[in-house]
């Protein structure tokens, strides 16, 4: 309010300037008796001595800008078209949440007590927004002001609007200066009004906002403290008239659907993350599995066991939207979290009908009846004691129902047994649910009753989105291995329970978060564990939070993890059989370090550790490295000139001392390599870059061999030349670009020396093309009667 009276004191002072500004020349009319110069001599603007016409003008300039900068900073107030209704709909927000709230026929929502809060933390985000953009669209209409105040001061301006003789001789600037302030002084009293209105109506708006968010912490502590207190009566007692009205279909309908539209609006982010979630997995497996199909690979669908994905994967999309919106959405409105269990029970119907035994089928879809039914009868708007007695009867025939269902299905329960302690808390809850309602306890009745349906839903919905995803990323490996010509053949096995013990981890921790949600103790364990993570500590000099180092930690933990495994998204599993892609598999090393060194120093940044104490463990850690340490730093930075130097590459053959064999990994710290035996032999880095590395492929994948054996004479040699030489030629993997030579050199009396030596192209099958030449020759030999001893 005190801005708004400024803001008032200054437009009266603005106004005031501009009636001395323009109306100054009439006010000198009434003096022109005592001082009135010739309206016609003008000879003065001739003289040198004094201001000449160019000086007036400049001055006049200086007006005309400053009048065309309140059309220019007005122009710029866009956000006002927008504001105003955006202020209106919180206006209806802030007046439906009041209603709900003081509301004292019907108990609240535990769900919606939780959902008001996160509106009402939009609407004062979005009011103090508002707020914001109000106040500096008005300190720049307060600078145009104060720009037309100080024109005042302009002694050129004061004596060209106080000379008569001035006035009629810049008449047309005069007139056209007139229709211009005109129009000025509507702009600067328009939007002075609309900003100080608006800003009025944004301050009681967040007034109210805070307001409402002290009504509604109250009312959630309110239903914590009688949560185990006895609400209503005990249920074998008479009814209590005034607590068992009855709330309409249609009223009670309007009044949710009002407020979740409210809370979409303001929330609408988070759900187009989702969508956009959805939208990925889709697209992503959609092309995965155009490539198999264009690869005519489509079987590869039965050999890995895809149960879940299919070409065009619908279904599934919208079962990993529906199973994320609790996540996306905590504290969403009541009827939003209803709508989403009831569609996402019903697609995994859809999706379990024909997948698994009809035994299984038919207990779960007596699951979605025990889901569905109760929701329909609570929004009939059935009265109190109505309701509790069905929610008994469902509670009873739930706890008949877990109780068959975990005897039924435990001994097949395979790789779902993780359900069985999930069944044991349906069970439990159900039968606390009966104990509640009995004696009284109904919000703690809806608790347990809505826990139990909950927990058990989401686990099944979580561990079918791990297999879904597990799948995903089995056929992510297969067409990449595809598009780069890598062999058919992985280990899918080990992607299978790589992922799927990564993707348990995550799906434990969103069902514990939502399990502890619907218990109405997850904000109140996520503040004392975030307060416990952010306290300060000290020790001597150094500060710092658990909540930094677990972050720190967690970070390395990520990075390190996706370092191992971000080549499994590229196809490549780490096999021997990759040698046409070694320069794709040098990248994927490159790739490696990049998240290993970015990893740290983005966890050290999000620790908070600060810079000079970061310095004092990098000092420390020196003198580690002299003590001790250097062999694994000299690894380290041997790796990382490996890769970078690349004097050896994955898939190359090398001899490394004693050791010869193809190069299988190079790791940060040491190297492994593959031998013809099968062995691996793992080398340190620091250890290869001291010693002489014979590098068979560095520059080409060309390799010589030679063939050596005896014949008997007498031969002719132009004949043996030429035999061998066309057997040499048309054979495979014969680089023809360097010629064979031979070398015939007698040995005996009766025998002689050849000597054969050409290039193979491809050094993999160096062997078997010595071999299948050496087999041709002697076949020739044996044709022509050219006896070979050894």
Known sequence: MKAISTNLKKASQYLTLLACLFFIPELTRAQKHKDKPDKNDVSYLADSSVLNRSDYLASLGKVYEAINQVRVTTGSFYKLNSIKPHLEQDEAAISLLRDRLNQKDRPQNLQN???????????????????????????????VKTHLLELGKDTVLTRLFSTDSLKVVFKSQFTELAGKKTEMDSLIKTNTSILNALMARTSTNLINIKELKFLTENQLKLVGIKAFGKER???????????????????????????????????????????????????????????????????????????????????????????????????????????????????????????????????????VVLLLLPILLRLLGFQARSQRWILLIFSIL??????????????????????????????????????????????????????????VLNSISLILLASMLTEAFILQVKTSRIRRNYADYFDWQRVERRVGGILGIVIFIIWTTLFLTNLNIFNELYNFVLGLLNEKRTIGSLTFTLGGIVLFLVIIWAANFLQKYITYFFGDMGDDSLEENKSERSKLIIMRLILLIGGFLVAVAASGLPIDKITVVLGALGVGIGLGLQNIVSNFVSGIILIFDKTLRIGDMVELGDKKGRVKEIGIRASTLLTDDGAEIIIPNGSILSNNIINWTLTNNQMRAMLEFTISKPYDREVVSTLILEVIKNSDNIFLNKEPKLIISPKSKSSSQVRVYFWCMDISMAEPTKSSIMASIFDEFDDKGIEVLS
């Open 233 to 367: 009566r005990y249920l074998w007692e008479t009814i209590n008239q005034k607590m068992n009205r009855k709330i309409g279909f249609k009223h009670f309908l309007e009044s949710e659907k009002k407020i979740s539209f409210y809370y979409f609006v303001y929330t609408r982010n988070t759900r187009l993350l989702l969508f956009l979630t959805g939208a990925v997995f889709f697209f992503w497996v959609y092309y995965n599995f155009k490539t198999l199909k264009k690869a005519d690979k489509m079987d590869v669908t039965t050999i890995y066991g895809f149960n879940l994905l299919r070409p065009k994967p619908y279904q599934i999309t919208f079962i990993l939207i529906l199973t994320l919106a609790p996540v996306f959405d905590l504290l969403a409105p009541a009827l939003y979290i209803e709508g989403v269990y009831v569609l996402l029970a019903i697609l995994l119907a859809s999706l379990l009908y024909k997948r698994v035994p009809k035994k299984v089928f038919y207990t779960w879809a007596i699951f």
């Open 398 to 455: 739930s706890t008949i129902y877990g109780i068959k269902a975990f005897q039924n299905l435990r001994p097949a329960a395979g790789k779902f047994s993780i359900l069985l302690p999930v069944g044991i808390i349906y069970i439990l809850f159900n039968i606390l649910a009966i104990f509640c309602n009995i004696f009284g306890r109904f919000t703690l009745t809806q608790i347990f009753y809505n826990t139990a349906i909950s927990a």
């Open 113 to 143: 007590l939780q959902m008001y809060q996160t509106l009402l933390s939009e609407l004062d985000s979005h009011n103090q927004t508002c707020l914001e953009d109000l106040k500096e669209y008005d300190e720049e209409l307060n600078e």
